[in-house]
């Protein structure tokens, strides 16, 4: 860690199959030190995969990738000193209590004042009066806090989180984002896997999409809106003569598509399109009577990232 | 240094497990007692003939401590599988924390809760009139051999509950222990036997091993046996440790359906 060049996180070419069966396949990105990286794609995307192989816990079947500076298959154990998992399903000891739990995570870390460190912890998760029972009579949430709270035993300069809100009601998904912003205010690099675009797009400096294996688009949160149409215009209309007649000045330039009585116009982000789709219908003589304008989301990017990728287009921002 | 300390910690947290969970332990002495008493008083006043001039409780006690060994550390792999599916053992994993240490801990704690056990089976034994012929000096040798043996087994035990799939599937293999004990002098003496069963009797490792158990409690002494036994012990030792630590390395827990 000593050389503040490198990146928290460099993954070149990376290469997975399972029984023959290809699960990662040409995965590159880079992860600067001190940003949020989200890993976003479905269920069997690879996702658990490529952290499963950063996190040194399996082995690539090709390319290379190192954190912190050190190479994940030849210095497995140099990574390990600046890395934590927070894995999908909470690893906590069911038989011991919140303070035992973290207790172990103090000593196997040796942490200078584990005593401290523990009681800090129990506080910050709102779990200071819990910390004497045993797990059995957690909740989920309790669990999961608990489960965090112990990833951060030691202060790691690395951690990854492997889709740290499925299953999480929305006051502890919320938690949960304020704890990972957190993080990255004290330095922390945060690298999580997620299935939400809407998370990936509150918490994330860059994006990844992985999608059967393969990274299909990459960039920030603004540059893979940028690949949809800036904004969906919609112009309502009283009479079905007036929508048809927009439909037919504005048919030949825009991409239009009616949705019941409104029609639906999409326009990148030019002033110049906007304008002259005014225009068109101001020169016909059409007065809407109401427009509104739609922002993209990160799920229309989804989409339309995954509908060009089955047309065997890839879609890169950069 | 850290590798003791880390060793030590691994070791209390699974001692907590089983101080914990008394039911457990009760779980694992119950089956072996039940044997002891269903041996002694069913098939005892049949067998019992054929055991010359060894009283049949004394006969068998090596037979059922070795089995409260096989139903603990089948306990044992049941535990490791759990750590594994809940992700535990890959937070471990990704630490910086000796393999050693993790699979070493409950190795030490696996030996201290079966040493326990076995003690419950011999006092229950006592109780209903064995009366071993032991020394101190046998007594030690005799829970030497016991202690290898539980090391031996509990690391079996934790490459399989490593490699296993399931829970459920993790303490299966503790029934191929079990079918050796029963093919073996434990409990009857092999001359009755048919021919093809005595020479599987005669040339696995539980045979020369409950052997010598039996010899140091009912004359005092290991017996011609002991070598052979203290070969197996090792070499299932080394195997299995070298095993366990292998699929260690690589395991990962298997990923829900989805």
């Not at chain 2, 001692?15 to 039940?34: F, G, N, Q, Y």
């Not at chain 2, 401590?65 to 990704?94: K, M, P």
């Not at chain 2, 005669?202 to 039996?214: A, G, L, S, W, Y």
Request: aromatic content about 6%; glycine content about 8%.
């Amino acid at each position: 860690m000593d050389d503040r060049t490198t990146n928290a996180i460099e993954v070149r070419n990376l290469e997975k199959g399972y029984k023959g069966v290809p699960v990662l396949h040409d995965v590159s990105f880079t992860v600067g030190r001190g940003t949020v990286f989200a890993l976003l794609g479905a269920n069997g995307s690879g996702k658990t995969t490529t952290i499963n192989i950063l996190t040194t816990l399996i082995k690539a079947d090709g390319g290379t990738a190192s954190v912190a500076g050190f190479d994940v298959a030849e210095q497995p154990a140099k990574v390990r000193e600046q890395i934590s998992l927070t894995g999908q399903s909470a690893a906590v000891d069911q038989m011991l209590t919140a303070r035992e739990n973290l207790a172990m995570m103090g000593e196997l870390r040796h942490v200078t004042d584990p005593g401290r460190t523990v009681t800090d912890l129990l506080a910050k998760f709102d779990l200071s009066d819990a910390a004497d029972r045993r797990l059995l009579t957690f909740s989920g949430g309790m669990r999961r806090r608990l489960d965090i709270a112990m990833s951060l035993v030691g202060d790691a300069p690395i951690i990854f989180f492997d889709e740290p809100t499925t299953g999480l009601d929305p006051k502890s998904r919320t938690d949960m984002w304020l704890t990972i912003r957190q993080l990255v205010e004290n330095g922390t690099t945060v690298f999580l896997t997620t299935q939400y675009l809407e998370e990936a797009d509150h918490l994330a400096d860059e994006i990844a999409i992985l999608h059967s294996g393969r990274i299909v688009a990459s960039g920030t949160a603004e540059e893979l809106k940028a690949m949809v149409p800036a904004g969906l215009v919609e112009l309502e209309f009283d009479e079905e003569e007036q929508l048809s007649a927009a439909r037919r000045a504005l048919g030949d330039r825009h991409e239009v598509s009616r949705v019941d009585s409104k029609l639906v116009v999409a326009t990148r982000r030019s002033v110049a399109e906007m304008a002259d789709m005014f225009i068109r219908l101001k020169d016909s003589g059409i007065e809407p009577t109401g427009f509104s304008r739609q922002l993209p989301t990160l799920d229309d990017v989804f989409f339309k990232i995954l509908d060009d990728h089955e047309k065997g287009r890839h879609a890169d921002v950069r | 240094m850290r590798t003791f300390a880390d060793t030590w910690t691994m070791t209390k947290r699974s001692l907590r497990h089983t101080t914990r969970s008394i039911d457990t332990i009760i779980t694992v002495v119950l089956m072996p007692i039940a044997m002891l008493l269903l041996f002694v008083y069913v098939f005892g006043g049949a067998i019992g003939k054929q055991t010359g001039s060894i009283k049949y409780v004394d006969f068998i006690i090596p037979g059922v401590v070795i089995l409260t060994v096989i139903s603990g550390i089948a306990y044992a792999a049941v535990r490791l599988n759990t750590d594994l599916q809940r992700g535990i053992i890959s937070r471990f994993r990704t630490m910086p924390v000796a393999p050693s240490s993790v699979l070493g801990g409950q190795a030490l704690s696996s030996t201290l809760s079966n040493l326990f056990s076995c003690a419950l089976v011999v006092m229950v034994a006592l109780l209903i009139g064995f009366r071993p012929a032991a020394d101190p000096t046998a007594w030690l040798l005799f829970c030497g051999l016991l202690v290898l043996l539980i090391l031996a087994t509990t690391w079996l035990a934790m490459f399989f509950g490593l490699l296993a799939r399931s829970v459920e599937g993790a303490g299966a293999f503790s029934y191929i222990l079990m079918l050796l004990i029963f093919i073996s002098p434990s409990f009857v003496p092999t001359d009755s036997m048919t021919p093809a069963l005595r020479t599987v009797a005669d040339n696995q490792p539980m045979t020369p091993i409950v052997q010598t158990m039996r010899s140091l409690l009912t004359a005092g002494t290991p017996g011609p046996h002991i070598w052979v036994a203290l070969a197996w012990v090792a070499g299932i030792l080394v195997v299995s440790y070298t095993l366990a630590l292998g699929v260690y390395r690589r395991s990962v827990p298997i990923p829900a359906a989805q």
